[in-house]
Structures are given as structure tokens and as C-alpha cells.
């Protein structure tokens, strides 16, 4: 059976140590094989971990560690806990002493949005901000924002100024804010990984809302990860072979403020409207940051765009499947 995959924020993690063979969620254990779980929250979404192994003291440590890293991370990029890093960011327009992974993935921003051509910018909240408030008010207008708001939100958006080392965050401008949700849930699928092979992990999928394998499948196969069709339509648009490298998804249908394609989610920080080229995007990189980071910017770039990068980029694939009559597969970078 394939795993399937959405943009939906759901964390769930199958492993096994020392390279045991995974088994599937639910399947009654064998040869005594030990399983622990463990569901609970994670940047405001359920999430989930089940651990098989033969030493169950070995399992439950995994878990343990596991569990504590995301809760670490979360009050770090965080933006529903009021006292994470972020949010103190956000509310006071500096941070003195960052913690260095909120400067790591800073700088990872700036090269995705270098590369990108500012269609990647995490800079997009305060926009997000005003799109909730208006379409969260009493009868909205089903336009949206008038242009006036949005021209004057727009001015807030600019990762240029953000201005950011290892000493000091800030904003160069009053009102400025931060989300990382375009990149921060692969960051954390990352360092869980990295964690589970320092642990002895060798064959595991980990999902921490994004997907990423440590190596192939206990027969020695692929991992196999299947794409979800857009909300309403039955089955799985295409299941994709992933070994030793992550993949991520994005599009405009996860999440829309109404029933028009004009606002979603995925929000152009060059105009605030919705992400309008394609129907869903896949991204397939050797690291889930990158894979998450590159779902969100693909969703705003033509193809020629796409793959000027994709060529630049070691490892990078790409498939989008355009939003039109004939729903085309645009597919660059080798399999």
C-alpha cells in the first residue's frame, strides 16, 4: 500500500532501528517485535509516532527523544504558542540571542528566495494576517481586500529586510512578520532523521509533515509515496518511488479563504493573490527542507522558471500539474 501524501499538517513517523524491517501501522507484531506510540500535537496540528523494534527500551527511547525535539523545535517556529522564538519576533520586531536553528532556517530562506526570485518569501504573514481578518469578519466581501489594503500589506512583505546573524533578528520595517510554515515542517522532518540515524535507524520512512526515507524498504525496494488528488476526487494521482531523499507537495486547494481560486494558502508575495498555476505541485530533493521550501515556490513560478532551477540544483525534481482544461504533467530533473 502506498503512503499517502497531502499538505495536510500530520505528523507520523513508522521506524525501525539497527535496520529491522518496518511493519505497517496496526499490523500485529512478529518474531517479538515491540511497538510504541505516541500522538499528541506539533505546530498546531495532530500528530503521531509509532517506533517498531525488538528492544522496546530502545524503541521507547526513540520515541522519547523524538517527541522532545519537536517540542523543542515548535517553541521555536512555532506561530499558535505565543512564547516561541517566532512569535516573540513577530510581536516585538527584533530578537536578541536567537536560537541557532531559527537562524539556520533563516538562511536557507534567503537562498530559496534568492534562487526563486522572491516568489519564495516567508514575509507573506502579515498578509495572511489580513486575509483571515477579512474573510473571518461579518458578510466579507467575496473579492477580498480592496487594492488599498492590499497595496498597503504588500509593503510589509520583503525578506530583504530582514536583517539576521547570529546575534540579532530584525525587522527593517514596523508591522513586518515572519512564517515559516512554508519550510519549517521539513526542517523538523530533517532533524528527526537525522536523529533516528544517529540512533542506529537504517530503513525508515519518516512523515513529519513532510515525507522523507532513510534508505530503501526492508526487501530492499523503494519506498513508494502516493499523491492525493485534489479535495473531492477519489484515489491517488500518482504514487512516486522515493529512496534515500524527501518529497513534498503543494497546492492552492489545501487550504481557500472562500470558495473562489482567488486567495488560498499559497500566497504571492508579489500581488497576495493565491497561487493560480497549477492544481498541485511535487518536489523531490535529497532533504525535506529543500523539498518543502521548493513545493511552495514552484507554486508561483512559470515552468521556464522552474527549470532554470531544477537544473541548477543537484538532485532536485519536479512535477506540476498545470491548472488548465487539459490538466497537463509538466515534469523536470531525472528519476
Keep these: 500500500m502506498a503512503h499517502k501524501l497531502s499538505r495536510r499538517r500530520f505528523i507520523s513517523i513508522t521506524a525501525s532501528a ?17 511497538t510504541v506510540t505516541w500522538e499528541g500535537q506539533a505546530l498546531g496540528a495532530s500528530a503521531s509516532l509509532t517506533i517498531y523494534h ?29 512564547d516561541s522564538a517566532l512569535s516573540e519576533l513577530n510581536r516585538m520586531g527584533a530578537l536578541a540571542t536567537p536560537p541557532p536553528e531559527l537562524v539556520a532556517l533563516l538562511e536557507k530562506s534567503r537562498v530559496v528566495w534568492e534562487l526563486s526570485g522572491g516568489a519564495f518569501d516567508p514575509t507573506v504573514q502579515p498578509l495572511w494576517t489580513l486575509l483571515a481578518s ?47 510554515n512554508g519550510i519549517a515542517q521539513g526542517f523538523i ?104 521550501a521548493f513545493s511552495t515556490a514552484f507554486s508561483l513560478l512559470q515552468p521556464d522558471a522552474v527549470r532554470r532551477i531544477v537544473a541548477e540544483w543537484p538532485g532536485l525534481r519536479a512535477r506540476l500539474l498545470e491548472n488548465s482544461a487539459s490538466g497537463q504533467l509538466v515534469e523536470f530533473g531525472r528519476g
Design 18 to 34: 539497527a535496520g529491522l524491517g518496518l511493519l505497517p501501522a496496526g499490523a500485529a507484531t512478529k518474531g517479538g517485535v515491540q
Design 54 to 82: 525488538h528492544d522496546r527500551a530502545t524503541a521507547e527511547l526513540l520515541v522519547k527523544q523524538a517527541v522532545v525535539e519537536v517540542a523543542r523545535l515548535e517553541r521555536i517556529f512555532s506561530l499558535y504558542r505565543a
Design 134 to 180: 477579512h474573510f473571518g469578519g461579518t458578510n466579507p466581501d467575496p473579492a477580498g481586500p480592496s487594492e488599498a489594503q492590499l497595496r498597503e500589506f504588500l509593503d510589509l512583505v520583503g525578506f530583504g529586510n530582514v536583517l539576521f546573524s547570529e546575534d540579532r533578528i530584525a525587522f527593517a520595517r514596523r508591522g513586518m512578520a515572519l512564517t515559516l
Design 189 to 292: 522532518t530533517d532533524r528527526i532523521v537525522d536523529m533516528l540515524r544517529r540512533g542506529g535507524v537504517t530503513k525508515s520512512l519518516v512523515d513529519m509533515g513532510e515525507i522523507r526515507a532513510i534508505g530503501s524498504r526492508p526487501d530492499g525496494g523503494p519506498w513508494k509515496v502516493g499523491v492525493e488528488r485534489a479535495p473531492g476526487e477519489a484515489g491517488l494521482f500518482a504514487i512516486l518511488e522515493i529512496e534515500d531523499n524527501a518529497v513534498a507537495t503543494s497546492s492552492p486547494d489545501g487550504f481557500r479563504f472562500n470558495d473562489t481560486s482567488r486567495f488560498s494558502h499559497l500566497i504571492d508575495p508579489r500581488s497576495g493573490l493565491g497561487a493560480s498555476l497549477y492544481r498541485g505541485v511535487t518536489v523531490l530533493a535529497p532533504d525535506a527542507t529543500t523539498a518543502d
